[in-house]
């Protein structure tokens, strides 16, 4: 498992996506999916991304990473149109068909391997990491990742099985990536919190409720209104949806939450109790809670410290969220494993 998720990986962040001129995203934009607008280059970490601006209307054109298969790229297509179908009231992006009616159209080129375009709606908002932090606010998460997760309760994919290293079921194969933690205080904190997973966590993980999620609610991910911190406005990126226990959706979007003074679980404990009144949590998901929380900040470390290695001319980008992941670990490390139970279970109510 580990070797075939680093080579994969390797090969779609080795795998430049060709460039497109402006001009020909406009024109792509206009004689494919009959959109006539202003485009401007967004970043993206396989793609090629593209702000189209068609009056008062806001699109981002997707031009596929060549070496991404093309069943994970359909895999994220019919998810959001099963969503749109689901829950309409979700904010997330909304599929621009072609002329034809078709959810994307293939790129192709003399010399260039085949891509797949795909038009969105731009999704308007704060990136919550932006905002200013409340309990409000978490309540609001939890109740929209609850919603996320009902609405994709029911979706099947042959896709949705691919190998993903942000994968948190798969989180004791990537102990090797630990190598390139520099300092020895945290390497060793990082090495604890695997112990850990592989002890509690992993054997309970294939007895679990299982479907897929969207993996990726940190807070770059997550939108808020520009003028209600507390109102949610968007659910961006489903690039790392992938089939698995439904606690590791929860897991994943909390991880990100850990709160800076008070109690660590402070803001975490707000956004999973309100998730709880939705999608009420099984006893065993709550106690496996903490456990796969701290874990998925070591996926966060390690991966992007291997990642900004091998790719230091996107050192910046890769290492976004890797201080404050370190930060957030080290006030969990300060925790008993009971005793964040005991807090999480008393703030969703459950003996």
């Not at 430049?16 to 004689?31: F, K, Y």
């Not at 297509?77 to 959810?103: E, K, N």
């Not at 850990?196 to 479907?211: D, K, T, V």
């Not at 590791?248 to 998730?275: C, D, K, W």
Request: hydrophobic share 45%; proline share 6%.
């Amino acid at each position: 498992m580990m070797t075939s998720q680093i080579s994969e990986t390797s090969v779609l962040l080795d795998t430049a996506s060709p460039e497109l001129s402006l001009r020909d995203v406009e024109r792509i934009a206009r004689d494919v999916f009959g959109l006539a607008g202003e485009a401007s280059e967004l970043t993206g970490e396989r793609d090629r991304n593209y702000h189209l601006r068609a009056g008062d209307a806001h699109y981002v054109l997707k031009v596929s990473n060549p070496a991404e298969d093309p069943q994970v790229i359909d895999f994220q297509t019919r998810a959001l149109l099963h969503i749109a179908a689901v829950d309409p009231g979700l904010p997330v992006p909304r599929l621009r068909p072609t002329r034809t009616g078709a959810a994307d159209w293939l790129l192709e080129g003399p010399g260039q391997a085949p891509r797949l375009v795909r038009v969105l709606s731009f999704l308007q908002g704060l990136p919550m990491h932006k905002a200013s932090p409340s309990l409000s606010l978490q309540q609001n998460l939890g109740l929209h990742a609850a919603r996320l997760d009902l609405a994709l309760r029911g979706f099947f994919h042959a896709g949705a099985g691919h190998e993903l290293m942000w994968d948190l079921k798969h989180a004791n194969t990537l102990r090797p990536l630990l190598e390139h933690i520099s300092n020895p205080a945290q390497r060793a904190l990082a090495a604890r919190v695997l112990d850990s997973f592989e002890r509690h966590a992993l054997p309970m993980l294939p007895g679990l409720r299982a479907q897929v999620i969207h993996n990726d609610l940190n807070p770059h991910n997550v939108l808020v209104a520009p003028d209600d911190h507390s109102r949610i406005a968007g659910i961006i990126d489903f690039g790392d949806m992938v089939h698995a226990p439904l606690i590791n959706s929860l897991a994943v979007a909390a991880a990100y939450q850990v709160s800076e003074t008070g109690h660590p679980l402070e803001m975490v404990a707000a956004m999973v109790a309100a998730y709880h009144q939705l999608v009420p949590l099984e006893p065993v998901e709550l106690d496996l809670l903490f456990d796969l929380i701290t874990t998925r900040m070591v996926l966060t470390v390690a991966i992007s410290g291997w990642r900004a290695a091998r790719y230091p001319e996107n050192h910046a980008y890769i290492l976004r969220n890797n201080l404050q992941a370190w930060a957030r670990l080290t006030r969990c490390d300060t925790l008993d494993r009971t005793d964040a139970q005991a807090y999480l279970r008393q703030a969703c109510r459950v003996e």
